[in-house]
């Protein structure tokens, strides 16, 4: 597998943060829905480890000579974004729909693994998937919880 070219790592790489902006926008929102606040402490971080990935690509973007992209895309890829979820009522709709965004995170960013990208950013690609299985994990988890 040959190495890959700075245009095609930029525009791999925007593509992630735009998918990262849109999940933020989307856990702002189910953090203002909300009721419980326990359940609210956690998306909270869990919206502050989107941002530290918003973080890290943008610098690898930079790095790679390329333009960061500064928002979320409005091709709508997540399964419920931002305006869906501060349409829906109840702690158990909101977290089945951010699990569902949590879906697209993590095939997103398993996708983005398997290319052949420089160390360093692989390594990025690597603990920012983590932190997506990290997630989805929870959301799973609190869900069964929930509703059983
Ligand atoms: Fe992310
Ligand atoms: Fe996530």
Redesign the pocket.
Known sequence: MTDMQSEDIIKKLNN?IE??YD?IAAYKAAIERLEDKQLKQQLVTFME??KN??TA?TESVRLSGGNPADSGDMKKILTKGKVVIAELGGDDAILKAMKMNEEV?NK??EAMVDEPFPGTIKLILQN?LA??RRHRAWLDATIEQISS
């Open positions: 992630l998918i990262d999940a480890d989107h990935h918003v690509l995170t997103s960013y920012g932190d997506e």
